[in-house]
């Protein structure tokens, strides 16, 4: 060990690059891994500290997780990286509710992670199908849920939080402390202890690794050069369904200017929502642009449906992006149209410039009710029945194709980039306030051609789920998504465990 770091001290790599280790042939290997600047391209962990720190205390823990930043870069240089990493646990974690952490590295840090993959080690560390194990001086309760789910982990060992009554001291457990250097090898030691076994595979990208590394009979060293991150869909589960309020990796600077931004966007925020809720729905286009929220409208939008005796409003059926897809929709067209929802909390009924009528889950209630409001006019439609951040689509409820044959798809898509503006743990009566809170929101309506008689289901004969996949697909080509058979339930018991759903009297308003 000495001799490795008297090599290194005088410039010399002791462990070849991981561009040199052949992965084929390794199904029988096992290979343990380092995890920020390993299988991460970032060696910085602070995003992730950030993370949790605004998902478990907001703008005011991120702002401390920020101010006590430069003291553990400091530490890191002048002490050690095992003092870093304590005043980062500090800042993220004191006080904070065990649950909320497990909470946001369940739904929040995956998508982040994915998203920074380092390719040489996955390409190693994938090979590798006898046993994988990551060690790695974050937070276990930060990291598992990704590294397991996501990158195929058998076993994981991280730094350990002291928690007391369910809330984490802000400290790490006092065993074993900070998994670097020497613990990290004790900590591989244990794991392979059982059975007398040693990993074939060491990877690692600093001297803290060292220790780890030489216990394996090949170690490999990841180099800090720029590369480009795996492709998700490379990965060993893609993440589609995730959560959180932050848009952007809240590096050092975004997060800084995250927290600078929010009051005023607070305050644009409330502007933006008066408009919309106050104005005409003719003027609420011009407001929004006046107000830097970009609404791009295409195809053509079909007329105002008549008051011909007999004769139904017409069928709006959306993709789903955010709660506010019905508004964007009526602004497009310059009138408000009616909105079938299946939860909306009732703030947010409350504030809606348009008339928002809540589903029952009741089939038979909801297709008479559904009726009833095509009679009285057009209706707006979300059949995916929850919002989609990423580019899928999920399963489209055949209930609206056979009501009517009136129906124009119409594919929705937004942007933000500070901000999400849906959630799936949060209160969801801050989702119009967190999406206008954006400095420059962007929504894109799209009106598609209306449905052909031959491919409805009262005039052309066909069953309702034909039709619903249908249109799922054609708006899924128009937008370049890719369709899922995914549900409502599939995204709330992944992210919060439960179905989804507000129980709140319900508030329908008409303007």
């Known amino acids: 060990m000495e001799s490795l770091l008297a090599a290194a001290a005088a410039g010399v790599e002791p462990f070849p690059s991981v561009d040199k280790c052949d992965a084929s042939g ?43 930043a430069p003291l553990a870069t400091l530490l890191g240089i002048a002490a050690s990286e095992a003092a870093a990493v304590r005043v980062l646990v500090f800042a ?74 369910g809330r984490a001291t802000g400290m790490v457990h006092t065993r074993r402390g900070v998994l670097v250097g020497r613990r990290k090898a004790e900590a591989l030691h244990e794991i392979f202890d059982e059975d007398g076994d040693v990993p074939d595979v060491g990877l690692g990208d600093r001297r803290s690794d060292y220790p780890f590394m030489c216990q394996c009979k090949e170690a490999y060293i990841v180099p800090s050069a720029p590369v480009e991150a795996v492709s998700m869909d490379q990965l060993r589960r893609q993440v589609i369904f995730h959560d959180g309020r932050l848009a952007l990796r809240p590096t050092p600077l975004a997060a800084l200017l995250t927290v600078l931004w929010c009051p005023a966007g607070f305050v644009l925020a409330c502007l933006r929502i008066a408009a919309g809720a106050l104005l005409p729905m003719p003027w609420v286009y011009y407001a929004f642009w006046a107000l830097g929220v970009r609404v791009v409208v295409k195809g053509s939008p079909p007329p105002r449906a008549g ?104 594919a929705m898509e937004s942007r933000m980039g500070m901000f999400h503006g849906t959630t799936a743990r949060g209160w969801k009566g801050m989702d119009p306030f967190y999406f206008f809170m954006n400095p420059s929101p962007l929504y894109t309506v799209t009106f598609l051609s209306k449905l052909p008689s031959e491919l409805t289901c009262s005039s052309g004969g066909r069953p309702s789920h034909e039709v619903a996949n249908y249109i799922q697909r054609l708006i899924a080509a128009t937008l370049s998504y890719q369709c899922t058979s995914l549900t409502r339930k599939d995204k709330y018991r992944a992210l919060a465990g439960n179905d989804g759903i507000v129980d709140v009297k319900p508030m329908n308003k008409a303007r």
Request: net charge positive; hydrophobic share 45%.
């Open 307 to 410: 008051s011909t005796a007999g004769r139904t409003g017409v069928l709006f059926a959306c993709s789903h992006r955010t709660l506010l897809d019905p508004i964007f929709l009526s602004a497009a067209l310059g009138r408000p149209v009616a909105a079938v929802t299946y939860s909306l909390s009732r703030l947010s009924e409350m504030l809606s410039p348009i008339r928002t009528v809540r589903l029952s889950r009741n089939r038979v209630t909801d297709a008479a009710m559904i009726t009833r409001l095509l009679q009285e006019g057009d209706l707006a439609i979300c059949p995916e029945g929850t919002t989609s951040r990423e580019p899928f689509l999920l399963r489209f409820s055949a209930l609206f194709a056979e009501l009517t044959d009136e129906v124009v798809p119409v």
């Open 92 to 165: 993220a974690t004191a006080g904070a509710r065990v649950s909320s952490i497990e909470s946001a590295a369940q739904a929040v840090l995956p998508r982040f992670y994915a998203a920074d993959v380092h390719p040489g080690a996955w390409r190693v560390f994938s090979a590798c199908s006898r046993r994988r194990v990551v060690l790695t001086s974050t937070p276990r309760i930060m990291a598992e849920p990704f590294l397991r789910e996501c990158l195929g982990a058998d076993a994981v060992a991280g730094t350990e939080l002291a928690t007391w009554r």
């Open 26 to 68: 390794r199904g029988s290997h096992a290979v343990a891994a380092d995890l920020d600047g390993t299988l991460l391209r970032s060696r910085s962990p602070f995003p992730y500290y950030a993370l949790v720190a605004f998902e478990t205390g907001g703008w005011p823990r991120l702002l401390l997780l920020l101010l006590l």
